[in-house]
Protein backbone atom coordinates (compact mmCIF):
# COMPACT_ATOMS: atom_id res chain seq x y z
CA UNK A 1 0.00 0.00 0.00
CA UNK A 2 0.95 3.56 -1.00
CA UNK A 3 2.06 5.59 1.57
CA UNK A 4 1.07 9.45 1.63
CA UNK A 5 4.02 11.73 -0.13
CA UNK A 6 6.37 13.37 2.90
CA UNK A 7 7.94 16.31 2.06
CA UNK A 8 10.85 17.06 -0.40
CA UNK A 9 9.16 14.94 -2.60
CA UNK A 10 8.80 16.50 -6.30
CA UNK A 11 6.87 14.99 -9.16
CA UNK A 12 7.30 16.09 -12.67
CA UNK A 13 5.32 15.29 -15.88
CA UNK A 14 5.90 15.79 -19.47
CA UNK A 15 2.89 15.33 -21.41
CA UNK A 16 4.18 14.80 -25.05
CA UNK A 17 2.91 14.34 -28.64
CA UNK A 18 4.25 10.35 -28.06
CA UNK A 19 4.17 9.97 -24.45
CA UNK A 20 3.49 11.00 -21.38
CA UNK A 21 5.90 10.67 -18.60
CA UNK A 22 5.91 11.23 -14.50
CA UNK A 23 8.87 11.07 -12.49
CA UNK A 24 9.08 11.71 -8.63
CA UNK A 25 12.18 12.49 -6.88
CA UNK A 26 13.24 12.83 -3.07
CA UNK A 27 15.13 16.08 -2.53
CA UNK A 28 18.07 15.00 0.18
CA UNK A 29 19.14 17.04 3.04
CA UNK A 30 22.31 18.20 0.56
CA UNK A 31 20.28 19.46 -1.55
CA UNK A 32 20.89 16.48 -4.19
CA UNK A 33 17.94 14.87 -6.22
CA UNK A 34 17.02 10.76 -5.98
CA UNK A 35 14.82 9.41 -8.62
CA UNK A 36 12.46 7.21 -6.44
CA UNK A 37 9.99 5.79 -9.02
CA UNK A 38 8.81 6.53 -13.24
CA UNK A 39 6.26 6.21 -15.26
CA UNK A 40 5.34 6.67 -18.95
CA UNK A 41 2.25 5.66 -20.95
CA UNK A 42 1.62 6.36 -24.78
CA UNK A 43 0.22 9.75 -25.85
CA UNK A 44 -2.44 9.46 -27.86
CA UNK A 45 -4.58 13.33 -26.82
CA UNK A 46 -1.83 15.13 -28.00
CA UNK A 47 -1.21 16.77 -31.19
CA UNK A 48 1.86 18.89 -32.43
CA UNK A 49 2.06 19.41 -28.41
CA UNK A 50 -1.60 20.65 -28.42
CA UNK A 51 -3.96 18.99 -25.95
CA UNK A 52 -6.68 17.59 -28.66
CA UNK A 53 -8.36 15.01 -26.43
CA UNK A 54 -8.99 15.70 -22.89
CA UNK A 55 -10.22 12.21 -21.82
CA UNK A 56 -7.73 10.40 -23.11
CA UNK A 57 -4.76 12.56 -22.62
CA UNK A 58 -6.32 12.61 -18.94
CA UNK A 59 -6.59 8.50 -18.60
CA UNK A 60 -2.67 8.66 -19.76
CA UNK A 61 -1.63 11.30 -17.07
CA UNK A 62 -3.12 8.99 -14.52
CA UNK A 63 -1.66 5.79 -15.68
CA UNK A 64 1.90 7.26 -15.82
CA UNK A 65 1.59 8.88 -12.52
CA UNK A 66 0.40 5.30 -10.84
CA UNK A 67 3.02 3.76 -12.23
CA UNK A 68 5.53 5.89 -10.85
CA UNK A 69 3.40 6.00 -7.48
CA UNK A 70 3.92 2.28 -7.67
CA UNK A 71 7.48 2.24 -7.91
CA UNK A 72 8.04 5.09 -5.31
CA UNK A 73 5.90 3.51 -2.71
CA UNK A 74 4.31 6.98 -2.36
CA UNK A 75 1.02 8.26 -3.26
CA UNK A 76 1.37 12.25 -4.23
CA UNK A 77 -1.20 14.92 -4.80
CA UNK A 78 0.96 17.62 -6.31
CA UNK A 79 2.76 17.96 -9.46
CA UNK A 80 4.91 20.40 -11.59
CA UNK A 81 4.19 20.06 -15.29
CA UNK A 82 5.71 20.88 -18.75
CA UNK A 83 4.42 23.32 -21.36
CA UNK A 84 6.46 22.05 -25.02
CA UNK A 85 3.50 23.54 -27.13
CA UNK A 86 4.00 26.07 -29.99
CA UNK A 87 3.69 30.15 -29.67
CA UNK A 88 6.32 30.18 -26.44
CA UNK A 89 8.14 33.96 -26.56
CA UNK A 90 10.64 34.92 -24.19
CA UNK A 91 12.33 38.26 -23.24
CA UNK A 92 14.84 40.47 -21.74
CA UNK A 93 12.90 43.60 -19.85
CA UNK A 94 15.04 45.78 -17.61
CA UNK A 95 13.33 48.33 -15.50
CA UNK A 96 15.28 51.01 -13.47
CA UNK A 97 14.75 53.44 -10.55
CA UNK A 98 16.94 56.41 -9.50
CA UNK A 99 18.28 55.57 -5.95
CA UNK A 100 19.86 59.02 -4.96
CA UNK A 101 23.40 57.77 -4.51
CA UNK A 102 22.22 56.10 -0.95
CA UNK A 103 23.10 52.29 -0.15
CA UNK A 104 20.63 49.77 -1.75
CA UNK A 105 18.19 48.20 0.97
CA UNK A 106 16.36 44.88 0.65
CA UNK A 107 13.52 47.49 0.57
CA UNK A 108 14.49 49.00 -2.62
CA UNK A 109 14.71 45.85 -4.07
CA UNK A 110 11.50 44.32 -2.68
CA UNK A 111 9.48 47.40 -4.07
CA UNK A 112 11.17 46.93 -7.36
CA UNK A 113 10.32 43.66 -8.35
CA UNK A 114 6.75 44.19 -6.97
CA UNK A 115 5.93 46.97 -8.77
CA UNK A 116 7.62 45.09 -12.27
CA UNK A 117 5.06 42.29 -11.04
CA UNK A 118 2.17 44.60 -11.24
CA UNK A 119 3.45 46.27 -14.43
CA UNK A 120 3.40 42.65 -16.34
CA UNK A 121 1.14 43.05 -19.02
CA UNK A 122 2.15 40.83 -22.17
CA UNK A 123 -0.87 42.33 -24.18
CA UNK A 124 -3.14 39.15 -23.61
CA UNK A 125 -0.55 36.79 -23.44
CA UNK A 126 -0.11 34.21 -20.30
CA UNK A 127 2.91 34.83 -18.32
CA UNK A 128 4.57 31.31 -17.61
CA UNK A 129 7.59 32.68 -15.75
CA UNK A 130 8.40 36.29 -14.88
CA UNK A 131 11.86 36.26 -12.82
CA UNK A 132 14.34 38.35 -12.01
CA UNK A 133 18.21 37.53 -13.05
CA UNK A 134 20.52 40.16 -12.17
CA UNK A 135 20.71 43.55 -11.10
CA UNK A 136 22.81 46.59 -12.54
CA UNK A 137 23.65 49.49 -10.83
CA UNK A 138 24.35 52.99 -12.84
CA UNK A 139 24.41 50.53 -15.48
CA UNK A 140 26.64 47.85 -14.85
CA UNK A 141 25.72 44.52 -15.28
CA UNK A 142 26.23 41.09 -13.66
CA UNK A 143 25.53 42.08 -10.08
CA UNK A 144 23.95 39.18 -8.23
CA UNK A 145 23.69 40.89 -4.90
CA UNK A 146 23.06 44.64 -4.58
CA UNK A 147 22.26 45.32 -0.89
CA UNK A 148 24.25 47.36 0.62
CA UNK A 149 25.94 48.94 -2.31
CA UNK A 150 25.89 52.58 -2.91
CA UNK A 151 24.37 53.78 -6.32
CA UNK A 152 22.43 56.11 -8.28
CA UNK A 153 20.40 53.91 -10.19
CA UNK A 154 19.29 50.56 -9.32
CA UNK A 155 18.10 48.22 -12.12
CA UNK A 156 16.85 45.10 -12.62
CA UNK A 157 16.22 42.37 -15.46
CA UNK A 158 13.53 39.89 -15.70
CA UNK A 159 13.50 37.33 -17.80
CA UNK A 160 9.54 36.84 -19.11
CA UNK A 161 7.96 33.83 -21.05
CA UNK A 162 4.84 33.87 -22.50
CA UNK A 163 2.48 31.91 -24.52
CA UNK A 164 -1.13 31.67 -25.82
CA UNK A 165 -3.37 31.34 -22.67
CA UNK A 166 -5.98 28.92 -24.19
CA UNK A 167 -3.29 25.63 -24.57
CA UNK A 168 -2.01 26.31 -20.85
CA UNK A 169 -5.51 26.41 -19.44
CA UNK A 170 -6.71 23.24 -21.19
CA UNK A 171 -3.29 21.61 -19.61
CA UNK A 172 -3.99 22.87 -16.35
CA UNK A 173 -7.84 21.15 -16.88
CA UNK A 174 -6.59 17.98 -18.05
CA UNK A 175 -3.89 17.36 -14.93
CA UNK A 176 -6.36 18.32 -12.40
CA UNK A 177 -8.91 16.26 -14.45
CA UNK A 178 -6.49 13.50 -13.19
CA UNK A 179 -7.34 14.54 -9.28
CA UNK A 180 -3.80 16.08 -9.41
CA UNK A 181 -3.13 19.61 -8.23
CA UNK A 182 -1.25 21.46 -10.21
CA UNK A 183 2.00 23.31 -8.40
CA UNK A 184 3.02 25.25 -11.94
CA UNK A 185 3.23 24.82 -15.68
CA UNK A 186 6.99 25.54 -17.03
CA UNK A 187 8.07 25.97 -20.07
CA UNK A 188 9.78 23.20 -21.44
CA UNK A 189 12.96 24.29 -23.05
CA UNK A 190 13.47 26.69 -19.56
CA UNK A 191 13.13 23.28 -18.00
CA UNK A 192 15.36 21.27 -20.18
CA UNK A 193 18.27 23.72 -20.40
CA UNK A 194 18.44 22.86 -16.44
CA UNK A 195 19.03 19.40 -17.40
CA UNK A 196 21.22 19.55 -20.43
CA UNK A 197 23.01 22.59 -20.74
CA UNK A 198 25.97 23.44 -18.09
CA UNK A 199 26.14 27.08 -16.30
CA UNK A 200 29.11 27.89 -18.61
CA UNK A 201 27.35 27.21 -21.51
CA UNK A 202 24.33 28.96 -21.01
CA UNK A 203 26.27 32.14 -20.12
CA UNK A 204 28.33 31.90 -23.02
CA UNK A 205 26.30 31.35 -25.97
CA UNK A 206 24.33 27.86 -26.95
CA UNK A 207 21.46 26.85 -28.93
CA UNK A 208 19.14 24.12 -27.67
CA UNK A 209 17.02 22.02 -30.37
CA UNK A 210 14.57 19.80 -29.24
CA UNK A 211 13.01 17.38 -31.33
CA UNK A 212 9.87 16.21 -30.02
CA UNK A 213 7.56 13.78 -31.47
CA UNK A 214 5.46 16.78 -33.07
CA UNK A 215 7.39 20.25 -32.52
CA UNK A 216 10.72 21.13 -32.45
CA UNK A 217 11.57 23.78 -30.30
CA UNK A 218 14.63 25.89 -31.13
CA UNK A 219 15.65 28.11 -28.32
CA UNK A 220 19.04 30.51 -27.16
CA UNK A 221 20.59 31.01 -24.36
CA UNK A 222 22.86 33.97 -23.18
CA UNK A 223 24.25 35.16 -20.49
CA UNK A 224 22.75 32.44 -18.28
CA UNK A 225 19.38 32.96 -19.61
CA UNK A 226 16.92 31.74 -22.36
CA UNK A 227 16.85 34.54 -24.30
CA UNK A 228 15.39 33.43 -27.67
CA UNK A 229 12.33 30.86 -28.77
CA UNK A 230 11.09 29.35 -31.74
CA UNK A 231 8.71 26.41 -32.94
CA UNK A 232 8.71 24.51 -35.70
CA UNK A 233 5.90 22.18 -36.52
CA UNK A 234 7.65 19.06 -37.14
CA UNK A 235 9.42 16.40 -35.78
CA UNK A 236 10.23 13.24 -35.13
CA UNK A 237 6.99 11.17 -35.46
CA UNK A 238 7.07 13.29 -39.42
CA UNK A 239 10.25 10.87 -39.91
CA UNK A 240 8.05 8.15 -38.97
CA UNK A 241 5.24 9.17 -41.07
CA UNK A 242 7.28 9.56 -44.30
CA UNK A 243 8.79 5.94 -43.84
CA UNK A 244 5.11 4.34 -43.34
CA UNK A 245 3.88 6.07 -46.49
CA UNK A 246 7.30 5.60 -48.63
CA UNK A 247 6.86 1.98 -47.47
CA UNK A 248 3.39 0.93 -47.16
CA UNK A 249 3.82 0.30 -43.72
CA UNK A 250 1.85 0.73 -40.48
CA UNK A 251 3.22 3.38 -38.06
CA UNK A 252 4.09 1.11 -35.40
CA UNK A 253 5.93 -0.91 -37.88
CA UNK A 254 7.59 2.57 -39.10
CA UNK A 255 8.57 3.83 -35.70
CA UNK A 256 10.20 0.10 -35.13
CA UNK A 257 12.22 0.18 -38.44
CA UNK A 258 13.46 3.71 -37.56
CA UNK A 259 14.80 2.62 -34.50
CA UNK A 260 16.16 -0.40 -35.04
CA UNK A 261 17.76 0.52 -38.68
CA UNK A 262 17.27 4.29 -38.72
CA UNK A 263 20.34 6.68 -38.63
CA UNK A 264 21.06 10.22 -40.43
CA UNK A 265 23.60 9.22 -42.10
CA UNK A 266 24.94 6.91 -45.07
CA UNK A 267 27.91 4.07 -45.55
CA UNK A 268 28.57 2.56 -48.71
CA UNK A 269 27.09 -0.93 -46.93
CA UNK A 270 23.75 0.51 -46.34
CA UNK A 271 23.11 -0.28 -50.08
CA UNK A 272 23.92 -4.03 -49.69
CA UNK A 273 21.65 -4.36 -46.17
CA UNK A 274 18.09 -5.65 -46.58
CA UNK A 275 15.30 -4.90 -44.53
CA UNK A 276 11.96 -6.56 -44.20
CA UNK A 277 8.84 -4.51 -44.86
CA UNK A 278 5.40 -5.85 -43.09
CA UNK A 279 2.50 -4.57 -45.66
CA UNK A 280 -0.59 -2.21 -43.79
CA UNK A 281 -2.53 -4.97 -43.87
CA UNK A 282 -2.12 -8.96 -44.10
CA UNK A 283 -5.76 -10.09 -44.75
CA UNK A 284 -5.97 -10.04 -48.24
CA UNK A 285 -3.33 -12.08 -48.35
CA UNK A 286 -0.84 -9.44 -49.19
CA UNK A 287 3.01 -10.13 -49.01
CA UNK A 288 5.63 -7.65 -47.19
CA UNK A 289 8.50 -6.11 -49.42
CA UNK A 290 12.35 -5.89 -49.18
CA UNK A 291 13.68 -2.47 -48.80
CA UNK A 292 17.94 -1.40 -48.82
CA UNK A 293 18.88 0.61 -45.83
CA UNK A 294 20.28 2.89 -47.66
CA UNK A 295 16.66 3.28 -49.17
CA UNK A 296 15.27 3.91 -45.81
CA UNK A 297 18.02 6.51 -45.03
CA UNK A 298 17.23 8.47 -47.74
CA UNK A 299 13.29 8.55 -46.66
CA UNK A 300 14.88 9.78 -43.08
CA UNK A 301 17.21 12.03 -44.33
CA UNK A 302 14.93 14.26 -46.85
CA UNK A 303 12.73 15.20 -43.88
CA UNK A 304 15.86 15.83 -41.69
CA UNK A 305 16.88 18.21 -44.42
CA UNK A 306 14.09 19.86 -44.23
CA UNK A 307 13.75 20.27 -40.11
CA UNK A 308 17.01 21.44 -40.40
CA UNK A 309 16.63 24.42 -43.07
CA UNK A 310 13.69 25.52 -40.68
CA UNK A 311 16.22 24.87 -37.57
CA UNK A 312 18.34 27.51 -39.62
CA UNK A 313 16.13 30.08 -39.78
CA UNK A 314 14.83 29.98 -37.12
CA UNK A 315 18.28 30.28 -35.51
CA UNK A 316 18.96 33.14 -37.58
CA UNK A 317 16.07 34.94 -36.59
CA UNK A 318 17.38 34.90 -33.04
CA UNK A 319 20.65 36.11 -33.72
CA UNK A 320 22.72 33.02 -33.31
CA UNK A 321 23.90 33.29 -36.80
CA UNK A 322 27.81 33.37 -35.61
CA UNK A 323 29.01 30.12 -35.80
CA UNK A 324 32.49 30.83 -34.12
CA UNK A 325 32.45 29.50 -30.40
CA UNK A 326 28.69 29.07 -30.94
CA UNK A 327 27.27 25.47 -29.86
CA UNK A 328 23.90 23.24 -30.26
CA UNK A 329 22.89 21.03 -28.48
CA UNK A 330 20.60 18.49 -29.75
CA UNK A 331 17.87 16.31 -27.23
CA UNK A 332 14.11 14.82 -27.28
CA UNK A 333 13.20 11.98 -28.52
CA UNK A 334 14.40 12.54 -32.23
CA UNK A 335 17.79 13.01 -30.58
CA UNK A 336 17.88 9.52 -30.25
CA UNK A 337 18.29 8.65 -33.73
CA UNK A 338 21.74 7.36 -34.59
CA UNK A 339 23.87 9.40 -36.36
CA UNK A 340 21.70 12.48 -36.00
CA UNK A 341 24.84 14.58 -34.07
CA UNK A 342 27.27 14.28 -37.15
CA UNK A 343 24.30 14.89 -39.60
CA UNK A 344 23.42 18.30 -37.62
CA UNK A 345 27.19 19.60 -37.58
CA UNK A 346 27.35 19.07 -41.27
CA UNK A 347 23.94 20.68 -42.14
CA UNK A 348 24.26 23.71 -39.76
CA UNK A 349 27.81 24.26 -39.95
CA UNK A 350 28.92 24.24 -36.03
CA UNK A 351 29.85 21.91 -33.65
CA UNK A 352 26.61 19.68 -31.69
CA UNK A 353 25.85 17.43 -29.30
CA UNK A 354 23.71 15.59 -27.80
CA UNK A 355 22.65 16.61 -24.39
CA UNK A 356 20.98 13.80 -22.32
CA UNK A 357 19.70 14.51 -18.55
CA UNK A 358 22.54 15.53 -15.71
CA UNK A 359 21.87 16.10 -11.87
CA UNK A 360 19.58 13.31 -10.97
CA UNK A 361 20.55 10.46 -8.81
CA UNK A 362 19.17 6.65 -9.71
CA UNK A 363 17.65 7.47 -12.47
CA UNK A 364 16.71 4.63 -14.36
CA UNK A 365 19.14 3.90 -17.54
CA UNK A 366 15.30 3.61 -19.83
CA UNK A 367 15.20 7.24 -18.81
CA UNK A 368 18.47 8.87 -19.06
CA UNK A 369 18.23 9.51 -22.81
CA UNK A 370 17.15 12.95 -24.42
CA UNK A 371 14.17 12.01 -24.80
CA UNK A 372 13.82 12.53 -20.89
CA UNK A 373 15.91 15.92 -20.87
CA UNK A 374 12.88 17.55 -20.14
CA UNK A 375 11.27 15.73 -17.36
CA UNK A 376 14.69 16.03 -15.77
CA UNK A 377 15.06 19.65 -16.38
CA UNK A 378 11.23 19.84 -14.42
CA UNK A 379 12.43 18.16 -11.41
CA UNK A 380 15.29 20.32 -11.17
CA UNK A 381 13.49 23.52 -11.93
CA UNK A 382 11.08 22.10 -8.74
CA UNK A 383 13.67 21.77 -6.84
CA UNK A 384 15.41 25.17 -7.12
CA UNK A 385 12.04 27.19 -6.95
CA UNK A 386 13.56 30.30 -8.50
CA UNK A 387 11.79 33.39 -7.32
CA UNK A 388 8.95 34.81 -9.61
CA UNK A 389 7.10 37.90 -10.02
CA UNK A 390 3.68 36.35 -10.90
CA UNK A 391 4.22 34.53 -7.64
CA UNK A 392 4.71 38.08 -4.94
CA UNK A 393 2.22 39.60 -3.21
CA UNK A 394 0.60 43.46 -4.34
CA UNK A 395 2.11 45.84 -2.61
CA UNK A 396 -0.33 48.97 -2.44
CA UNK A 397 1.45 51.33 -0.91
CA UNK A 398 4.73 51.37 -2.84
CA UNK A 399 7.63 53.74 -2.38
CA UNK A 400 7.25 55.75 -5.51
CA UNK A 401 10.38 57.35 -6.49
CA UNK A 402 10.88 60.30 -9.58
CA UNK A 403 11.27 57.53 -12.34
CA UNK A 404 8.71 55.02 -11.39
CA UNK A 405 6.39 55.84 -13.96
CA UNK A 406 8.87 56.21 -16.70
CA UNK A 407 9.86 52.31 -15.24
CA UNK A 408 6.35 51.34 -15.95
CA UNK A 409 5.78 53.15 -19.30
CA UNK A 410 9.20 51.34 -20.09
CA UNK A 411 7.87 48.21 -19.00
CA UNK A 412 4.55 48.55 -21.03
CA UNK A 413 6.50 49.51 -23.86
CA UNK A 414 8.75 46.49 -24.02
CA UNK A 415 6.06 44.42 -23.96
CA UNK A 416 4.51 45.84 -26.81
CA UNK A 417 7.42 46.05 -29.03
CA UNK A 418 8.08 42.65 -28.52
CA UNK A 419 4.58 40.78 -28.12
Not at 311 to 334: C, M, S
Not at 336 to 362: C, F, H, M, W
Amino acid sequence: MAKQATEGLITAIDIGSSKVSALIAQKGDGGELVVLGTGQRESRGVRRGYIADMAATEVAVREAVEQAERIAGVSIEDVWVAFSAGGLVSDIVKLEVDLGGHRVEQADIDALLKAAGEALDPQGRMVLHAQPTRYTLDGLTGTPKPTGMHADRLGVEIHVVATDGSPVRNLDLCVRSAHLDVKSIVAAPVATGLAVLSEEERDLGVALVEIGAGVTNVSVFQHGVLTGLASIGMGAADVTDDIASAFGTRRAQAERIKCFHGSANMSPRDNHDMIDIAPISAEQGEEGSRITKAQLIATIRLRLDRLMQEVQRELKKLNFDDPVGRQIVLTGGGAELKGIADYAQQALGRTVRVGRPRGLSALPEAHSGPAFATLAGLTMFAAADPVDLRGMEPQHQLVVRPTMGTMVKRLLAAFRSNY
